[in-house]
């Protein structure tokens, strides 16, 4: 057999896989909040699949979906004006995660959980937020290595092509529902320690309750 040969013969023996998102609901056992993905991973090959390592890269595929004029208005802040949207409007990195798949044949489902920030620094969550209704047009992207059982049994191992992806709408409601389950009617900022002391000497000699009365007392002289 020619060298050509024994790859093309090995390359054939490495089984190929396919992905697929089935649902995604809240992790309610998280100690953060945290999305839990219901994996589909499937191959036509016989060979026991070991185990994978998998590392996930999650995006959202920003240009998938409408945006009527109040949700332009809240990502203004991201894309800018509308007008410009055909050159600002790109794909966003969500998040990047990682996973050990057991072993099985032909077909499995796996968990795949996604914490989810409430860090408004953060370029996701700021478009999240920003959603009011629809969906989160997703793309997973795969790769890692696939443990497999070779020729009598012994173990192979191989890259996951680069190519392996998976595309999926995640209903907003789902996204709000997981914030909601940690942070129910409430959003977070991330201050300076020089800008907090200001607001908590402000708070202080207003002799302000809560931290939603001192903004909105600053919002209000703002506005005047």
Known sequence: M??????????????ALAFAVRDAEPEPTAIV??????????????REIRSLSL????RIATTR????????AR???????????????????????????PPFRGETVATLRVPCTYDFEIV????????????VPLELLFSG?????????ALRTARIPWDREAAWSLPIDVWRATMDRWFPGS????????????LYAYRARRALPTWDDTIAALLDEAER
Not at 3 to 13: H, K, L, P, Q, Y
Not at 33 to 46: K, V
Not at 55 to 58: A, C, I
Not at 191 to 196: K, P, Q, T, Y
């Open 2 to 15: 020619t060298a050509t040969g024994s790859a093309a013969t090995a390359a054939a023996e490495i089984p």
């Open 65 to 72: 979906r409408g945006y009527d004029a109040p949700t332009q």
């Open 75 to 101: 990502l203004l802040d991201l894309f800018g004006e509308p007008a410009r949207w055909g050159a600002t409007l790109r794909s966003l990195l969500w998040t990047q995660a990682t996973l050990v798949v």
């Open 55 to 58: 590392n996930v890269q999650v």
């Open 187 to 198: 959003a977070w900022l991330r201050l300076s320690r020089d800008a907090f002391d200001r």
């Open 145 to 153: 290595t696939i443990f497999y059982a070779g020729d009598g049994g």
């Open 33 to 46: 909040p945290t999305l839990a993905f219901r994996l589909a991973i499937a191959t036509e090959s016989a």
């Open 124 to 135: 996701a969550a700021k478009y999240l937020d920003a959603l009011r209704d629809g969906v």
